[in-house]
Protein backbone atom coordinates (compact mmCIF):
# COMPACT_ATOMS: atom_id res chain seq x y z
CA UNK A 1 0.00 0.00 0.00
CA UNK A 2 1.18 3.38 -0.82
CA UNK A 3 2.18 5.53 2.32
CA UNK A 4 2.35 8.69 2.99
CA UNK A 5 3.81 9.78 6.15
CA UNK A 6 3.32 13.23 7.97
CA UNK A 7 6.20 14.04 10.66
CA UNK A 8 3.98 15.32 13.03
CA UNK A 9 0.41 14.56 14.67
CA UNK A 10 0.29 17.40 16.58
CA UNK A 11 2.32 20.45 16.81
CA UNK A 12 1.99 24.05 18.81
CA UNK A 13 3.86 26.82 17.30
CA UNK A 14 4.14 30.49 18.55
CA UNK A 15 3.03 33.91 16.37
CA UNK A 16 5.83 34.56 13.71
CA UNK A 17 7.54 31.34 14.43
CA UNK A 18 8.36 29.88 10.80
CA UNK A 19 6.87 26.71 10.90
CA UNK A 20 8.03 23.32 8.46
CA UNK A 21 5.47 20.66 8.03
CA UNK A 22 6.96 17.88 6.37
CA UNK A 23 5.18 14.85 4.01
CA UNK A 24 7.14 11.56 2.58
CA UNK A 25 5.36 9.20 0.11
CA UNK A 26 6.64 5.80 -0.77
CA UNK A 27 5.23 4.96 -3.97
CA UNK A 28 7.20 6.91 -6.50
CA UNK A 29 4.34 8.94 -7.32
CA UNK A 30 4.35 12.37 -9.43
CA UNK A 31 1.89 14.67 -7.69
CA UNK A 32 1.46 15.81 -4.07
CA UNK A 33 -0.88 18.22 -2.49
CA UNK A 34 -1.01 20.23 1.18
CA UNK A 35 -4.59 20.83 1.65
CA UNK A 36 -6.04 22.62 5.05
CA UNK A 37 -9.25 21.71 6.82
CA UNK A 38 -11.25 23.32 9.00
CA UNK A 39 -14.88 22.81 10.29
CA UNK A 40 -17.98 23.91 7.61
CA UNK A 41 -15.35 24.64 5.02
CA UNK A 42 -13.79 21.04 3.97
CA UNK A 43 -10.35 20.83 2.45
CA UNK A 44 -8.88 23.79 0.62
CA UNK A 45 -6.27 23.14 -1.54
CA UNK A 46 -2.77 24.96 -0.43
CA UNK A 47 -0.33 24.29 -2.51
CA UNK A 48 0.32 21.10 -4.98
CA UNK A 49 3.25 19.84 -7.31
CA UNK A 50 3.21 17.76 -10.59
CA UNK A 51 7.49 17.52 -10.21
CA UNK A 52 10.24 17.87 -8.51
CA UNK A 53 11.11 21.51 -8.04
CA UNK A 54 7.27 22.28 -9.98
CA UNK A 55 4.59 23.69 -7.33
CA UNK A 56 1.78 25.77 -8.02
CA UNK A 57 -0.47 27.46 -6.15
CA UNK A 58 -3.73 26.19 -5.10
CA UNK A 59 -6.93 28.36 -3.85
CA UNK A 60 -5.46 29.72 0.04
CA UNK A 61 -1.56 30.37 -1.00
CA UNK A 62 -1.26 33.25 1.49
CA UNK A 63 1.17 32.98 3.97
CA UNK A 64 2.11 29.47 2.44
CA UNK A 65 5.25 28.24 0.43
CA UNK A 66 6.51 24.99 -0.39
CA UNK A 67 9.68 23.15 -1.40
CA UNK A 68 10.38 19.50 -3.11
CA UNK A 69 14.02 18.85 -3.66
CA UNK A 70 13.13 15.43 -4.34
CA UNK A 71 10.58 13.45 -5.39
CA UNK A 72 8.77 11.64 -2.48
CA UNK A 73 8.98 14.97 -0.12
CA UNK A 74 6.81 17.96 0.02
CA UNK A 75 7.11 20.61 2.62
CA UNK A 76 4.93 23.39 3.58
CA UNK A 77 6.15 26.24 5.27
CA UNK A 78 4.06 29.10 7.32
CA UNK A 79 6.99 31.92 6.97
CA UNK A 80 5.77 33.51 10.00
CA UNK A 81 2.78 31.75 11.68
CA UNK A 82 -0.32 33.42 12.83
CA UNK A 83 -3.41 32.18 14.56
CA UNK A 84 -5.31 31.95 11.81
CA UNK A 85 -3.25 29.05 10.43
CA UNK A 86 -4.41 27.13 13.55
CA UNK A 87 -5.84 24.17 11.55
CA UNK A 88 -5.50 20.81 10.49
CA UNK A 89 -3.30 19.70 7.75
CA UNK A 90 -3.03 17.10 5.38
CA UNK A 91 -0.98 16.20 2.88
CA UNK A 92 -1.59 14.03 -0.41
CA UNK A 93 -0.36 12.07 -3.09
CA UNK A 94 -1.41 10.66 -6.36
CA UNK A 95 -0.68 9.08 -9.95
CA UNK A 96 -2.47 10.68 -12.59
CA UNK A 97 -6.16 10.75 -11.65
CA UNK A 98 -6.40 7.79 -9.35
CA UNK A 99 -7.63 9.53 -6.51
CA UNK A 100 -5.45 10.43 -3.61
CA UNK A 101 -3.86 8.86 -0.54
CA UNK A 102 -3.45 11.02 2.12
CA UNK A 103 -1.36 11.15 5.38
CA UNK A 104 -2.93 11.32 8.90
CA UNK A 105 -2.87 14.90 9.26
CA UNK A 106 -0.90 17.26 11.36
CA UNK A 107 -2.80 19.44 13.82
CA UNK A 108 -1.23 23.06 14.21
CA UNK A 109 -2.09 24.87 17.00
CA UNK A 110 -0.48 28.78 16.46
CA UNK A 111 -0.89 30.58 20.16
CA UNK B 1 -17.11 27.01 -11.75
CA UNK B 2 -16.56 23.78 -10.54
CA UNK B 3 -18.35 22.41 -7.62
CA UNK B 4 -19.21 20.11 -5.28
CA UNK B 5 -22.37 20.06 -2.46
CA UNK B 6 -22.93 17.70 0.04
CA UNK B 7 -26.08 18.98 1.52
CA UNK B 8 -26.60 17.31 4.78
CA UNK B 9 -23.90 18.27 7.58
CA UNK B 10 -24.89 15.64 9.86
CA UNK B 11 -27.08 12.52 9.23
CA UNK B 12 -28.03 10.18 12.28
CA UNK B 13 -28.65 6.51 11.68
CA UNK B 14 -29.60 2.87 13.47
CA UNK B 15 -27.14 0.45 13.36
CA UNK B 16 -28.58 -2.15 10.41
CA UNK B 17 -30.67 0.79 9.00
CA UNK B 18 -30.34 1.79 5.30
CA UNK B 19 -27.51 4.81 5.00
CA UNK B 20 -27.89 7.61 1.58
CA UNK B 21 -25.18 10.31 1.86
CA UNK B 22 -25.99 13.14 -1.69
CA UNK B 23 -23.37 14.70 -3.27
CA UNK B 24 -24.28 16.91 -6.17
CA UNK B 25 -21.62 18.71 -8.47
CA UNK B 26 -21.00 20.87 -11.11
CA UNK B 27 -18.82 20.65 -13.98
CA UNK B 28 -18.14 20.87 -17.45
CA UNK B 29 -17.50 17.40 -18.69
CA UNK B 30 -17.55 14.16 -17.40
CA UNK B 31 -16.38 14.48 -14.10
CA UNK B 32 -13.69 12.29 -12.00
CA UNK B 33 -16.12 11.34 -8.86
CA UNK B 34 -14.75 10.02 -5.81
CA UNK B 35 -15.83 9.49 -1.63
CA UNK B 36 -13.81 9.72 0.74
CA UNK B 37 -14.09 8.83 4.65
CA UNK B 38 -12.36 10.25 7.38
CA UNK B 39 -12.00 9.16 10.97
CA UNK B 40 -11.56 11.01 14.43
CA UNK B 41 -8.37 12.68 13.56
CA UNK B 42 -7.46 10.41 10.91
CA UNK B 43 -6.32 10.95 7.51
CA UNK B 44 -9.13 10.56 4.29
CA UNK B 45 -9.23 7.28 2.83
CA UNK B 46 -10.82 6.88 -0.39
CA UNK B 47 -13.74 4.24 -0.47
CA UNK B 48 -14.71 4.19 -4.04
CA UNK B 49 -13.81 6.18 -7.48
CA UNK B 50 -16.13 6.77 -10.50
CA UNK B 51 -14.47 7.15 -14.31
CA UNK B 52 -16.16 6.25 -16.84
CA UNK B 53 -18.57 2.98 -17.85
CA UNK B 54 -20.90 1.31 -14.88
CA UNK B 55 -22.69 4.02 -13.38
CA UNK B 56 -22.90 1.87 -10.09
CA UNK B 57 -19.45 1.25 -8.42
CA UNK B 58 -18.62 -0.67 -5.61
CA UNK B 59 -16.17 0.07 -3.17
CA UNK B 60 -14.38 -0.97 0.35
CA UNK B 61 -16.42 -1.73 3.55
CA UNK B 62 -19.89 -2.28 1.82
CA UNK B 63 -20.46 0.92 0.23
CA UNK B 64 -21.89 1.73 -3.28
CA UNK B 65 -22.40 4.85 -4.83
CA UNK B 66 -24.25 5.66 -8.13
CA UNK B 67 -23.56 8.08 -10.94
CA UNK B 68 -26.32 10.09 -12.55
CA UNK B 69 -25.67 12.56 -14.82
CA UNK B 70 -28.86 13.87 -15.46
CA UNK B 71 -29.13 14.77 -11.65
CA UNK B 72 -25.30 15.46 -11.60
CA UNK B 73 -25.44 13.77 -8.40
CA UNK B 74 -22.85 10.62 -6.88
CA UNK B 75 -24.76 9.52 -3.85
CA UNK B 76 -23.00 6.83 -1.04
CA UNK B 77 -25.18 4.31 0.06
CA UNK B 78 -24.81 1.35 1.96
CA UNK B 79 -27.90 -1.24 2.79
CA UNK B 80 -26.96 -1.82 6.69
CA UNK B 81 -24.86 0.45 8.71
CA UNK B 82 -22.35 -0.37 11.34
CA UNK B 83 -21.35 1.12 14.49
CA UNK B 84 -17.70 1.67 12.72
CA UNK B 85 -19.11 3.51 9.53
CA UNK B 86 -19.59 6.50 12.12
CA UNK B 87 -17.15 9.25 10.52
CA UNK B 88 -16.96 11.98 8.25
CA UNK B 89 -17.47 11.79 4.60
CA UNK B 90 -16.28 13.73 1.42
CA UNK B 91 -17.29 13.70 -1.95
CA UNK B 92 -15.37 14.92 -4.60
CA UNK B 93 -15.06 16.07 -8.18
CA UNK B 94 -11.84 15.98 -10.57
CA UNK B 95 -10.97 19.24 -11.38
CA UNK B 96 -8.75 18.61 -14.39
CA UNK B 97 -4.72 18.70 -14.09
CA UNK B 98 -5.30 16.00 -10.88
CA UNK B 99 -6.61 18.61 -8.27
CA UNK B 100 -9.83 17.79 -6.99
CA UNK B 101 -12.67 20.02 -5.53
CA UNK B 102 -14.13 18.49 -1.84
CA UNK B 103 -17.62 18.87 -0.33
CA UNK B 104 -18.14 20.41 2.87
CA UNK B 105 -18.45 16.68 4.46
CA UNK B 106 -21.38 14.78 6.10
CA UNK B 107 -20.83 13.83 9.87
CA UNK B 108 -22.45 9.88 10.31
CA UNK B 109 -23.83 9.14 13.63
CA UNK B 110 -24.89 5.75 14.16
CA UNK B 111 -27.41 4.94 17.05
CA UNK B 112 -26.51 1.85 18.80
Known amino acids: DVKVTQSSRYLVKRTGEKVFLECVQD?????MFWYRQDPGLGLRLIYF???????EKGDIPEGYSVSREKKERFSLILESASTNQTSMYLC??????????FGSGTRLTVV | AQSVTQPDIHITVSEGASLELRCNYS??????LFWYVQSPGQGLQLLLK??????LVQGIKGFEAEFKRSQSSFNLRKPSVHWSDAAEYFC??????????FGTGTRLKVLA
Open chain 1, 92 to 101: ASSATDDGYT
Open chain 2, 50 to 55: YFSGDT
Open chain 1, 49 to 55: SYDVKMK
Open chain 2, 27 to 32: YGATPY
Open chain 1, 27 to 31: MDHEN
Open chain 2, 92 to 101: AVGAGTYKYI
